[in-house]
């Protein structure tokens, strides 16, 4: 019996289920006459998916929903399937790589084409960091592949299944050759990739975009029906007949000047006497005696009027079983941050010996709130708590303190790692 995979023939995520099965001999079927905003949205199908997102997965067991839960689900139903690798190390890899693909390529990705497209606001600077943040990202697969011809060992494993999936969109749309020439290894490997016959057989032939996909047109003004237009007519006839002296031809029109780009509303704040780059400096700069040159130099320069100190605790720390994992998790979130480089400072601590992890922070933003631009951009905000420092407290003011410190034990705990955004 078939297992039935609900997707667009299209749909990227969809691919990664269809290309495993390639490869593992399992026969996935994609659903007879699935139309997109018209399947998804029957009872049905929301039985499988309540958020009526696709793709999904029917099994004699029930569905499954999640493109990369799907594509694992389709590998382990061949017994030492070489798509999961040979060892437990392997496996690991193949995990770290595809939590790799998801949260640095596929989400980069997303964040410039999706807003271009119109399912998202776009906005000038966020496109910017997420470029920025999508070029270091590939920087960091670019070394990997300087060495390796695949992600995990000497052949195709569903990391590579997953991380071409996610390369595809970025590939066909907004990663053109100049872009992508930055990153040869990526390129080689990518296209390495798309030409294996179990891939090929998917996906089909791939070309990559030659410019990058225009920005989406808002809908103009409504067009004047034809009657308007009509019972206007006698009127402009009668204001022509009653100008007897003839005017002089109109100028050319010049060409509207581009309008200025909007002023980020934190740039419209009062001035500081919080100069941002001068703490970053003496941050940067300051290798020992940190407590007595840093810390002090950081609450002489602290604008309580100006900027605003706030606490984040991560809401799933439970969750929080596999190290790597927790500090992809906490690295994503400071480049999607990235954005806010120019108002904002923060640290990052992931606390632990042992799982699970704990991952808190503690961040400088301009203005006394959290920026609206930056929660609604950076997905991440939602998963923390957010508690604003009430610096006449000494002891929220000294956890602070340790916490740009990196101070150790910290809250009686060892810290598996500290990060910085400045």
Not at 259 to 284: A, G, T
Not at 367 to 376: H, K, L, N, S, Y
Not at 397 to 410: G, H, L, T, V
Request: charged residues 25%.
């Amino acid at each position: 019996m078939a297992l039935v995979l609900y997707a667009g023939k299209t749909n990227k995520n969809g691919y990664k289920a269809l290309i495993a099965a390639e490869y593992s001999g399992v026969d996935v079927k994609l659903a007879e006459n699935f139309e997109m905003g018209v399947t998804n949205k029957t009872p049905e199908f929301l039985k499988m998916n309540p958020l009526g997102k696709v793709p999904v997965l029917e099994t004699p067991d029930g569905p499954i929903f999640e493109s990369n839960a799907i594509a694992r689900y389709v590998t382990r139903l061949k017994a030492d399937n070489p798509l999961y690798g040979s060892s437990l190390i392997d496996y690991a890899h193949i995990e770290q790589w595809m939590d790799f693909a998801a949260t640095e390529i596929d989400a980069g990705i997303a964040r410039w084409l999706y807003p271009r497209l119109g399912f998202q606001l776009y906005l000038p600077p966020a496109e910017e960091a997420a470029i920025s943040a999508l070029k270091r990202a590939l920087g960091a697969l670019n070394l990997h592949l300087a060495s390796n011809t695949y992600l995990v060992g000497h052949s195709v494993t569903l990391a590579d299944i997953i991380l071409t999936c996610n390369l595809f969109l970025g590939f066909a749309h907004v990663m053109t050759k100049s872009f992508t020439s930055e990153f040869p290894h990526v390129e080689r490997y990518f296209w390495t990739m798309i030409n294996q016959p179990n891939v090929k057989k998917v996906i089909g032939e791939v070309k990559q975009a030659e410019v990058v996909v225009p920005i989406a047109k808002k809908p103009g003004p409504p067009k004047e029906s034809t009657k308007s237009k009509a019972k206007e007519e006698p009127k402009k006839e009668a204001k022509e007949k009653e100008s007897a002296k003839p005017k002089a031809e109109p100028a050319v029109e010049e060409e509207e000047a581009p309008k200025p780009k909007p002023k980020n509303p934190l740039d419209l704040l009062p001035p500081s006497k919080m100069i941002l780059d001068d703490w970053k400096r003496l941050y940067s700069n300051t290798k020992t005696n940190f407590r007595e040159v840093a810390i002090k130099g950081f609450w002489e320069m602290y604008d309580p009027e100006g900027y605003s100190l706030w606490f984040c605790n991560y809401k799933y720390n439970e969750e929080n079983t596999v190290s790597f994992v927790t500090l992809n998790k906490v690295g994503g979130f400071l480049q999607r941050m990235d954005l806010a480089r120019k108002y904002a400072f923060g640290k990052m601590l992931v606390i632990g010996s042992e799982p699970p992890f704990k991952v808190k922070g503690l961040w400088l933003f301009r203005g006394q709130e959290i920026p609206q631009f930056v929660i609604d951009e950076c997905y991440d905000m939602e998963l923390y708590e957010w508690t604003k420092v009430d610096i006449s407290d000494e002891a929220q003011k000294e956890r602070a303190s340790q916490m740009i410190e990196d101070c150790e034990p910290f809250e009686g705990e060892a810290l598996l790692d500290a990060k910085c955004f400045k």
